[in-house]
């Protein structure tokens, strides 16, 4: 084990001790200390789920990034692990960037980006590079053959500098990877390698590219079957608002298509947002024993980023979510095993809304959520949460326009940043339904059984726990609110 290495796991060994339980959320993972961003090397291993994330152990903003670990049994209880990766080769002087993992026999397979800055005469260069380590899932050592990818392979005019986050998996006994590059024109572009040994690899095809249209840089590939379609999912960078499909900046997208196999050929038919909350990026997905297919999130935005006072950590993950195809839509809900950590069920079947009030036993900060909205007597529908005297988050529902909007304007917010975002929503017979997952720092919409999710933080006292339903003429609701405990 190198001494940066080393370095790094004594130091959240004992910081992250100091953090108390009740600092944390309390069904998401969080940092064991210091900074968080990109889930890597989401997969199972020898019958566990582990979970990889960028990580910079030494302060709550980003740094040279380390390999952060964690492993779970049902992807709700999370067991912190020794930090995998550091930034100790020369290679990946600059930081061990974005990546995934697979099982292969008894080994478990790292795949990331090194980085490494260096100079060429006057010039300070970046140069991305894909690498492989090799582990028991605890401890790993990183390949003498590393880079096993240069981007040399690339089609010309690649990019040198832009060239990160390998998604491998495995396949009749041979492995693929997708990786996010950047074209000769500037924009983003996902290359496919194919290799018979993980340390000896071939550049097959580009699937998919930008053209500068979809954004610019393409990070955080991932590419799987779902159901009788085939996705692939980016992290462009630097998109255009359109509509409120497409918010400007940093995305997370599915694109819909089919895939010829024997050929690598892609073909794109439709673009659907991952998400349309204020906070989500980079996700991954693994495929669980049971054949679902779970994908997890940053729950974070780099241009828009708050940051805990008083915290001692900084960046969560989503939920993980079951994925499946509907209604020519990617779809996505919570993955059942939160419904174990269950308690305290209160209901409300058909009751009318109209001024605002609340209801007794639907509060708190921990919360799993069913509503359904029904009716056609009202034009908008607002629920506050994380509510005290002075502060609160919202949800709004407009009717006329079809729309549902989350707004964390009140929430105690001391910076001139985002703090709504809509996406557009459809009734089926006069009902929207929703369900809402709300956890200390964070609120998580999923809309009509998983059509689209919106994923939000907040940082409001955690004490303040009210919540309250108001609309504008009569609308009816039914709320199912269950309390979750991990303990």
């Known amino acids: 084990m190198s001494e940066i290495l080393n370095k790094a796991r004594e130091y959240e060994k004992e910081e992250s001790a100091k953090i108390v339980k009740e600092n944390r959320p309390v069904f998401h993972f969080s940092t064991p200390v210091g900074w968080l961003n990109d889930p890597n090397g989401f997969s199972d291993y020898k019958g566990e789920h ?222 659907q947002s991952a998400d349309y909350g204020l906070d989500f990026y980079a996700p991954q997905t693994l495929v669980a024993e049971d054949g679902r297919r779970v994908m997890i999130g940053w729950m974070q935005s780099w241009d828009n980023p708050i940051y805990p006072a008083n915290h001692s950590w900084s960046g969560m993950m989503t939920l993980p979510r079951e994925l499946f195809y509907k209604n020519e839509r990617v779809c996505q809900l919570p993955v059942r095993e939160i419904e174990a950590y269950r308690k305290n069920e209160a209901f409300y079947g058909n009751i009318c809304i109209e001024e605002e009030r609340e209801l007794a036993g639907i509060s708190g900060r921990s919360l799993d959520l069913e509503l359904s909205l029904k009716g056609n007597e009202y034009k908008k529908f607002r629920m506050k949460l994380a509510a005290d005297e002075r502060h609160y988050s919202e949800i709004v529902y407009d009717r006329t326009e079809g729309t549902l909007t989350f707004d964390r304007t009140y929430s105690g917010l001391r910076k001139d940043s985002i703090t709504a ?60 609110k269950y309390e979750i405990e991990v303990k």
Request: glycine share 8%; proline share 4%.
């Open 50 to 271: 582990h979970l990889f994330f960028q990580y910079y152990p030494y302060g709550t903003y980003w740094g040279p990034m380390h390999w952060g670990h964690a492993k779970s049994k049902d992807f709700i209880k999370w067991e912190y692990l020794p930090a995998a990766l550091a930034p100790d080769e020369d290679y990946d002087n600059f930081g061990v960037f974005s990546g995934s993992a697979i099982e292969d026999g008894e080994e478990q397979v790292l795949v990331y980006t090194a980085v490494e800055e260096r100079k060429e005469g006057n010039k300070k260069l970046i140069r991305q590079t894909q690498c492989i380590a090799v582990g028991d899932g605890m401890n790993y050592r990183k390949h003498k053959n590393n880079p096993v990818i240069k981007a040399d392979l690339l089609p010309e005019g690649s990019s040198l500098e832009d060239f990160r986050d390998p998604k491998i998996w495995k396949e009749d006994d041979r492995y693929y990877m997708v990786v996010g590059s950047r074209n000769a024109d500037g924009s983003g572009q996902i290359a496919l390698f194919s290799a018979e040994k993980p340390d000896e690899w071939k550049f097959e095809k580009i699937l998919d590219k930008s053209e500068n249209k979809v954004g610019r840089m393409w990070e955080c590939p991932d590419f799987f079957n779902l159901s009788e379609k085939q996705i692939l999912i980016i992290s462009p960078q630097e998109m255009e608002a359109e509509g409120l499909e497409f918010h400007a900046g940093n995305n997370a997208l599915f694109l819909v298509g089919s895939y010829e196999k024997e050929n690598f050929n892609f073909t794109r038919e439709n673009i």
């Open 421 to 480: 975002r809509s996406m557009k929503v459809r009734e089926e017979n006069n009902e929207l339904n929703l369900r809402i997952l709300i956890d200390k720092y964070s609120v998580e919409i999923f809309a009509n059984g998983g059509e689209q999710a919106m994923t939000s933080l907040i940082y409001t006292d955690v004490n303040a726990t009210k919540m309250t339903f108001a609309s504008d003429g009569k609308a009816y609701m039914d709320i199912k």
